[in-house]
């Protein structure tokens, strides 16, 4: 079974800095995705990026970035010049390699982050 | 298409009583799954469907619960004889087969369900 650990339950951080989200996850697979979604107050979770576990280039989308160490098992989030939209619960989730299976998501139990004007 | 649907968006029950959820997925999507999320918790797996086939229960669906997709659009959620447990968001997320590796689900809202 997987399991996915973030460390920090809530994160506040001013406007236009950058912040970063921790996330560790355990599993004997070899062949696996890890995602971040973002669930706004009272909206609906929204992918905020993704990674393939074979691929070693770290993903970026726009002001979204990881840091991707198979090795050490860490997934983290990186935010640069944060907006008071990023206001959000933070989930980090694992999804094993399912072939044609069940594309089942584990997920962390989410870090707060606050966006200070 | 208006996105993922969850109705209700808040339901308070009675403990004992029987509840029924309503997802609506993007119409494309042939896969379709419940998660529940509690307080302080990330949302579990609970169950998912491709197209009317219900493929893989958690163990966490316990008997009171059933979940339906009968003409592999909607999909139901019930949960019988509700207890405080009970308590939580449940989310109903649909992606095309193969795909949400690839691009994520697209969730609902949830569903709040309060057992008092």
């Known amino acids: 079974a997987q399991t996915v650990t973030q460390s920090q339950p809530e994160m506040s951080v001013q406007e236009a800095e950058t912040v970063t989200l921790s996330c560790t996850y355990d599993t004997s697979e070899s062949n696996y995705y890890l995602f971040w979604y973002k669930q706004p107050p009272s909206r609906q979770m929204i992918l905020v990026i993704r990674q393939e576990a074979y691929k070693q280039q770290n993903a970026t989308e726009n002001r979204f970035s990881v840091n991707f160490q198979k090795a050490a098992k860490s997934f983290s989030l990186k935010i640069s010049d944060s907006q008071l939209g990023d206001t959000a619960m933070y989930f980090c989730a694992f999804m094993k390699h399912p072939n044609f299976g069940n594309e089942k998501l584990t997920f962390g139990t989410g870090t707060r982050l606050t966006i200070i004007p | 298409d208006t996105g993922v649907s969850q109705d209700p968006r808040h339901k308070i029950t009675k403990r004992g009583q029987n509840v029924t959820f309503r997802c609506d997925p993007i119409?494309?999507?042939?896969?379709l799954y419940w998660y529940r999320q509690t307080l302080g918790q990330g949302p579990e797996f609970l169950t998912y469907?491709?197209?009317?086939?219900?493929?893989?229960k958690s163990r966490l669906l316990s008997d009171r619960f059933s979940a339906e997709r009968p003409k592999g659009s909607f999909s139901t959620l019930e949960i019988q004889r509700t207890e405080q447990g009970d308590s939580a968001m449940y989310l109903c997320?649909?992606?095309?087969?193969?795909?949400?590796?690839?691009?994520?689900?697209?969730f609902g809202s949830g569903t709040r369900l309060t057992v008092v």
């Open positions: 119409s494309e999507h042939n896969r």
């Open positions: 469907f491709q197209n009317e086939a219900q493929l893989e």
């Open positions: 997320a649909s992606s095309l087969e193969g795909t949400g590796r690839y691009y994520g689900y697209t």
